[in-house]
Structure formats: structure tokens, C-alpha cells
T-cell receptor, first 116, second 111 residues
Framework: DTGVSQDPRHKITKRGQNVTFRCDPISEHNRLYWYRQTLGQGPEFLTYFQNEAQLEKSRLLSDRFSAERPKGSFSTLEIQRTEQGDSAMYLC??????????????FGPGTRLTVL | RKEVEQDPGPFNVPEGATVAFNCTYSNSASQSFFWYRQDCRKEPKLLMSVYSSGNEDGRFTAQLNRASQYISLLIRDSKLSDSATYLCVVNYYNQGGKLIFGQGTELSVKP
């Protein structure tokens, strides 16, 4: 399977714990995005990387959230001191960006986080 | 006000019906437009891009009105397998290409 993969698919944790999610993009895709989706809402943009550089972070991404893409390949999203409001589906997407064109983003299956 | 607004539905229609979804966006700087489909507890998947000239893909027709900042999706001869949530999406490619999603419109096609 050469699509976007995410691990784990499900995570249940207790409030106050730290969690880390991983995203493996489609090979050779230079852009990687993180989104969050809560029940009944569309996905909301969190952050994105162009290769290894994190170029934008949403105001939704509080200081408890950190994302990395150390070698421009896979990415991790860490949430520290989880809160019940962090419960959501965390979606990763990747794309190959060419200048002045709109690239198609391909989504992974998501990591569903439940904070008890 | 949300940047992209959709009627959340649900739309309950019989097989074979024609159904139309509407969407409005508030930022006139929006540059690209899409409809994504999302099945229950699955990831969003691109259904089609939306162009000012209108575009059609089989039973699906998408329209864009930049002056009114309005996007539509028409599904003809609906099938049971069309049951899903349809997400209206805008994109700013000069701002990193992030996608701005509407809330989604739920469609349920009944036999």
C-alpha cells in the first residue's frame, strides 16, 4: 500500500498523559499536513511542513502541541498533558507541491484519540 | 462566521433522486475549490475539483460562482453507495495550500 499511513489508528489515554502520533506520507511528497476533526465538524488545519521545515501553525495548535518532520519524510505530532477537549480524529495528508499549482492532498486513515 | 458554510443536513433521499448541496465561502482570496467525500469514520477523499466554467464527472456536477462566493454539487440518479458526508473545501495555494473545510453535509440514500 503506497498511500498515507498513520499510527496508531486508535489511542485511549488518561487526562494529563502525553501522546505521540506518527504519519508516513506518500513517498516523494514534499508537503505534509496535520488536521484535526471533531464529531460533526469538518477537518481543521493544524500545521504543515514543506520538506522538513514547519511553515505554518494554526492558532488551534496550543503550546501543548508540537509537530516534527525531522528528515522530510515521516512526521510526528505530540500532545503533552492531554485534555478531554483534545479528543478528536487527527488526520495527516500529504501532497507534491509544484509552484503556482494546486496540489491534491491525500489523507491517511487518521488516529482517533480519546482522552478520559 | 465560519469561512466555509454548508447546510449540515441530513439529506434523506430515495434512490434515483437528484440532490443538490450548496456552500458559501467568505474569503474572496480563496483560489481553489473542491468537494471531498467522507464515509463514516473514514478519511476524506477528493471527489472533484470545482471550476468557474462548471465541471461534470458522471452523475456529479459542480459549479462555482466567484461573484456570489457560492459553490454547488449536484448528484443525479443517486445510488445507495452515495450515502456519505460531502465536504466543501477551499484552498489558498499561496498560503501553503492548507485546506479550509466546511462542516459537511450528510447524505443518506434510501432504497
Amino acid at each position: 500500500d503506497t498511500g498515507v499511513s498513520q499510527d496508531p489508528r486508535h489511542k485511549i489515554t488518561k487526562r494529563g498523559q502525553n501522546v505521540t502520533f506518527r504519519c508516513d506520507p506518500i513517498s516523494e511528497h514534499n508537503r505534509l499536513y496535520w488536521y484535526r476533526q471533531t464529531l460533526g465538524q469538518g477537518p481543521e488545519f493544524l500545521t504543515y511542513f514543506q520538506n522538513e521545515a514547519q511553515l505554518e501553525k494554526s492558532r488551534l495548535l496550543s503550546d501543548r502541541f508540537s509537530a516534527e518532520r525531522p528528515k522530510g519524510s515521516f512526521s510526528t505530532l505530540e500532545i503533552q498533558r492531554t485534555e478531554q477537549g483534545d479528543s478528536a480524529m487527527y488526520l495527516c495528508a500529504s501532497s507534491f507541491n509544484r509552484a503556482l499549482t494546486t496540489d491534491t492532498q491525500y489523507f491517511g486513515p487518521g488516529t482517533r484519540l480519546t482522552v478520559l | 462566521r465560519k469561512e466555509v458554510e454548508q447546510d449540515p443536513g441530513p439529506f434523506n433521499v430515495p434512490e434515483g433522486a437528484t440532490v443538490a448541496f450548496n456552500c458559501t465561502y467568505s474569503n474572496s482570496a480563496s483560489q481553489s475549490f473542491f468537494w471531498y467525500r467522507q464515509d463514516c469514520r473514514k478519511e476524506p477523499k477528493l471527489l472533484m475539483s470545482v471550476y468557474s466554467s462548471g465541471n461534470e464527472d458522471g452523475r456529479f456536477t459542480a459549479q462555482l460562482n466567484r461573484a456570489s462566493q457560492y459553490i454547488s454539487l449536484l448528484i443525479r440518479d443517486s445510488k445507495l453507495s452515495d450515502s456519505a458526508t460531502y465536504l466543501c473545501v477551499v484552498n489558498y495555494y499561496n498560503q501553503g495550500g492548507k485546506l479550509i473545510f466546511g462542516q459537511g453535509t450528510e447524505l443518506s440514500v434510501k432504497p
